[in-house]
T-cell receptor, first 111, second 112 residues
Framework: GEDVEQSLFLSVREGDSSVINCTYTDSSSTYLYWYKQEPGAGLQLLTYIFSNMDMKQDQRLTVLLNKKDKHLSLRIADTQTGDSAIYFCAESRYNFNKFYFGSGTKLNVKP | KAGVTQTPRYLIKTRGQQVTLSCSPISGHRSVSWYQQTPGQGLQFLFEYFSETQRNKGNFPGRFSGRQFSNSRSEMNVSTLELGDSALYLC???????????FGPGTRLTVL
């Protein structure tokens, strides 16, 4: 991705919380997104946050945005084996029409 | 509501050939974007179409082209295929602005 960075791997035990981090560099980012990709499948939109928000919660998912540090995180509570996938952070910039994706974080959930 | 569909799901071609991939967006969605996903480069934006017009374009050579029809269905064409074009090609649709995109399952292209 262009200036969107994520760590490559994360391993957690079932029932624990997972925190996936992302940093971006463009201050004109308007929306920031988290997508999930399972093997052999396309990307599934999990959640998104507008750049003037600090936090968004949606069931087991919590998104935190630190705009000053250009840092985005996704917390998955009570992680399940079905959460094992690659998670992509993405940003859309001023004109909305171009998305920039991170390289993805592979989450491995151990039983 | 049916999701984004892409055909074919898998394709094998040889160098020098050309290929056309198809994407049918979610009913009512007018914006269609295309992405190339490879292990080395990750997800890269190819182009976006809205109302049969290309609104935005990524940094890909002219061998990569696309179009959108009046029913919002979109096709992507790659001419003179190279080995490096082997990738998963993903299509995404949204209502107007691509603010919330919904992705199809992708077309896996292998160039031999």
């Amino acid at each position: 991705g262009e200036d969107v960075e994520q760590s490559l791997f994360l391993s957690v035990r079932e029932g624990d919380s997972s925190v996936i981090n992302c940093t971006y560099t463009d201050s004109s980012s308007t929306y920031l997104y988290w997508y999930k990709q399972e093997p052999g499948a396309g990307l599934q939109l999990l959640t998104y946050i507008f750049s003037n928000m600090d936090m968004k919660q949606d069931q087991r998912l919590t998104v935190l945005l630190n705009k000053k540090d250009k840092h985005l995180s996704l917390r998955i509570a009570d992680t399940q084996t079905g959460d094992s996938a690659i998670y992509f952070c993405a940003e859309s910039r001023y004109n909305f029409n171009k998305f920039y994706f991170g390289s993805g974080t592979k989450l491995n959930v151990k039983p | 509501k049916a999701g984004v569909t892409q055909t074919p799901r898998y394709l094998i071609k040889t160098r020098g050939q050309q290929v056309t991939l198809s994407c049918s967006p979610i009913s009512g969605h007018r914006s269609v974007s295309w992405y190339q996903q490879t292990p080395g480069q990750g997800l890269q934006f190819l182009f976006e179409y809205f109302s049969e017009t290309q609104r935005n374009k990524g940094n890909f050579p002219g061998r990569f082209s696309g179009r959108q029809f009046s029913n919002s269905r979109s096709e992507m064409n790659v001419s003179t295929l190279e080995l490096g074009d082997s990738a998963l090609y993903l299509c995404a649709s949204s209502l107007e602005e691509p603010h919330t995109q919904y992705f199809g399952p992708g077309t896996r292209l292998t160039v031999l």
